[in-house]
């Protein structure tokens, strides 16, 4: 059974993020950049499935710059078989990014799709459900526990879902599309061999024009701008003078 995976390039999540001056994105010259981590746990699952014996191929997409190629090689450390790279200069707006992993997903027919539930730049959590609205798939999003059963061509995932209150369990028909969520595993460590293996995996460049995919946005930002600062604080003498405060000061009590 073939998996596809979806990796996005993102600002590391351990860089402290930096608002452009002209206030029309976020900064992202010279800066570090990685795999998103949702998606690092999307890959670490489909290698789990593989050394289980219930996935056998493992195909990374990633869709943006050509340097997006990095993210695929990080995936292939991990695990992933071989990797495609949509590339293109043009902003990516998750319709456009779902509308791509759509036309992939009728090439290669995978039985199952997983990406990460958002990515850490624009916390959009939309690409996930747009494409199983798009393929009309069954989806399952926030999964945190993944098992897949049946036999071939009768295959069924049953998958725990994180929601508020609790956790639900939704068994669905493959194909499918899985979002992950944190709690889903830990993704492993890449080792240099595993690095090195990687380098001489296959790696194949489409572009959104051959998939036949129109990637415009659709969407305009009108401003980024960085969170209020918070003001500083002042110390009371004691409980008293505290609830005074909350009281007739912050009125929260
Ligand atoms: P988002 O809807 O933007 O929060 O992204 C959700 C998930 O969709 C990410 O965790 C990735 O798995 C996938 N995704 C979004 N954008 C891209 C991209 N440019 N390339 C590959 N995967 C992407």
Redesign the pocket.
Known sequence: MKALV???RVLDANVKAQVKADGTGMDIANVKMSM?P??EI?VEEAVRLKEKGVVTEIIA????EAK?QETLRTAMAIGADRGILVESAEE?Q?LA?AKLLKALVEKEQPQFVI?????ID???????QMLAALADLPQATFASKVEISGTDGNERALVTREVDGGLETVSMALPAII?TDLRLNEPRYVTLPNIMKAKKKQLDTVTPADLGVDVAPRLKTLKVAEPPKRGAGIKVPDVAALVEKLKNEAKVI
Request: proline fraction near 4%.
């Open positions: 979806a990796v996005k998103n949702f998606d999307a997409v990633s869709c943006g997006c990516l998750p990014v990406l990460g539930k958002q990515a624009g916390d959009n959590n939309q690409t996930g979002t």
